[in-house]
């Protein structure tokens, strides 16, 4: 049996924190009854992970853990995030738009009250109002919900994302988990991580200056994720853990023997991945091409005259051996369970953030959260003509905007954007006590992340409170996925809305109406027929068109999302 004896070695930097039990057990380890028969909840939220990525949803990416989940559990067809990073976390933590949660951007404090940046005091997480109720609650994985400390100089903050200079906090200490109801914490504070050598790295609020030699993040993740599950699983409450998984996000960095089993599978291209994807997806049922026909590539790029399809191909495979490092991991957790008798009363949840990234990476270079050479000072490459391969920690790379497509199979688009290409995500709900409904069906229900702290607060019999430390807390705006759960016909979001950086939609009925990025042209689309946004119907409806815009405004206001500078 492996053990994680390879992270003892962060046990004394991190003040013997958490990650001196980094490993899984030798022997299944006994647990009484505990009286307390609520379940405990897993969230595992995945970083820029593509619709059609794992193999439940059509995906060739060897993803057994995640399967077994969907076929023990439900899949939703219809659930949605915010199209970016850390707005997701923000509803998903607070069940509120995140614009009323205070991240209507990224983590700059803009000074208005949907861009503060942080999830704002007038607001509760699900950590502090499970704990409340009586779990036990923990974290592990990528924060990105609070502000950035930065540096002075541009070189100074370069030093200290080249693990030369080390400084006490990266963010405000008062934002971060431990301060917002997790018991325990170990993870990055900010958004985009060196997989083998993370920057902004904490145990609690203790940061963590040195890793060992051959760390990997998304296993330090998981494994952490499990040591949580043996501690809490020897108490006598039941537990909330939050898992929130750095990968597939870009740097594309991945351990080479991951790298090795898909190193063939991308070369016959684009296209091919795509149509095979689809097929899928229509045969398992998952999709109905009657209402969701493949949407058209944006780009007339040809595989076979693309001039840097090694690249290419590669990007795919470090992308895939990213997901599949995730999904073992994953196993691991399950295993967890399963060895503490846990398991049919736990509740996992597994999602996306976002649509799969369409970022050239490549372009960014150094700067803000992103090295320019290793800890060992090896440079780190960002290969803008592809001349670098991706893999290992000296490159920083991305899949792009065709991969992106081919990720978020059938939609249209992908991150950062309100086309559901960036929205849509997959979504599997798993409690073998607790679910009525089909194993391994669908449910239509329309979810959001918003969703999670009404349901949760459901089965944890909990309370939402109107007052939380001195502050009035608004009150919540999702509502429960229980239905879907217990197999009920349940419609769920009758609304809903989005904005990020200028993109925006409001969902009303079967009705969406939608705008890009950079263009303020409204688009209309019926998303019972035409579900990957493929006849706009604006020109023909102009009064739908109105309507729906005014309920675009109107909750613009209500939420924080205008004025905005």
């Not at 597939?248 to 296209?271: C, F, M, N, R, S």
Request: aromatic content about 12%; proline content about 6%; charged content about 25%.
């Amino acid at each position: 049996m492996k053990t994680y004896t390879k992270y003892s070695a962060i046990v004394l930097l991190a003040s013997m924190a958490i990650l001196t039990a980094f490993r899984d057990e030798n022997q299944p380890q006994q647990t009484p009854a505990r009286a307390d028969k609520r379940p405990n909840i897993i969230v595992i939220l995945a970083d820029d992970l593509g619709f059609s990525d794992i193999g439940c949803y059509g995906g060739e990416i060897k993803t057994p853990n995640i399967d077994y989940l969907a076929s023990q559990g439900v899949r939703f067809k219809n659930f949605y995030n915010t199209s970016r990073c850390c707005p997701t976390r923000a509803a998903l933590l607070t069940s509120l738009y995140n614009h009323n949660a205070g991240i209507g951007e990224m983590t700059a404090d803009r000074n208005l009250e949907g861009y503060r940046g942080a999830i704002t005091k007038n607001t509760v997480t699900l950590a502090e109002v499970l704990k409340d109720a009586g779990y036990r609650t923990a974290m592990s994985g990528k924060w990105h919900v609070s502000n950035t400390v930065e540096q002075p100089s541009p070189q100074a903050q370069q030093d200290w994302l080249n693990h030369k200079t080390t400084f006490p906090y990266f963010s405000p200490v008062e934002q971060y988990p431990t301060n917002r109801g997790f018991e325990k914490f170990f993870g990055t504070l900010w958004g985009v991580v060196d997989f083998f050598d993370p920057f902004s790295l904490v145990s609690g609020t203790t940061p963590i200056n040195e890793v060992p030699k051959d760390y990997y993040h998304t296993d330090a993740i998981n494994d952490t994720a499990a040591t949580y599950i043996r501690e809490f699983s020897k108490g006598d409450k039941p537990f909330f853990l939050y898992v929130a998984e750095n990968a597939p996000h870009w740097p594309l960095q991945a351990k080479p023997e991951d790298i090795a089993k898909y190193k063939d599978t991308y070369k016959v291209g684009w296209d091919a991945i795509r149509e095979a994807r689809y097929k899928r997806m229509v045969a398992m049922g998952l999709i109905d091409p009657k209402t969701t026909p493949i949407s058209p590539r944006k780009s007339n790029d040809n595989w076979e005259k693309n001039p840097t399809k090694q690249f290419d191909e590669m990007a795919m495979a470090v992308h895939a051996a990213m997901i599949d490092r995730m999904d073992q991991g994953i196993g691991r957790m399950i295993k967890a369970l399963k060895e503490t008798n846990q398991l049919d009363n736990t509740l996992i949840i597994f999602l996306s953030d976002n649509g799969a990234s369409p970022e050239d990476a490549m372009r960014y270079g150094p700067g803000f959260d992103r090295p320019s050479e290793t800890r060992a000072g090896e440079k780190i490459a960002y290969p803008i003509f592809k001349k670098v391969m991706p893999g290992p920690q000296t490159s920083y790379t991305s899949i792009g905007p065709i991969w992106a497509n081919v990720a978020n199979t059938p939609y249209q688009l992908a991150k950062s954007q309100s086309y559901e290409g960036g929205v849509h995500t997959p979504m599997v709900a798993f409690w073998p006590k607790g679910i009525s409904a089909k194993k391994g069906g669908y449910t239509d229900q329309v979810g959001h992340v918003m969703d999670f702290m009404t349901t949760f607060v459901e089965l944890a019999k909990a309370k939402y409170p109107s007052q939380y430390k001195g502050n009035t807390i608004k009150p919540m705006q999702g509502l429960s996925l229980v239905p879907a759960l217990q197999g009920k016909n349940y419609a769920g979001h009758d609304e809903l809305f989005n904005e990020h950086y200028n993109a925006r939609y409001v969902r009303s009925g079967d009705w969406k109406l939608v705008s890009l990025a950079g263009d303020s042209t409204w688009h209309l689309y019926n998303l019972k027929k035409d579900k990957t946004e493929l006849e706009d119907l604006a020109v023909q409806n102009p009064g739908k068109v109105k309507e729906l815009a005014g309920k675009w405004q109107l909750w613009a206001k209500e939420n924080h999302v205008l004025p905005k500078k």
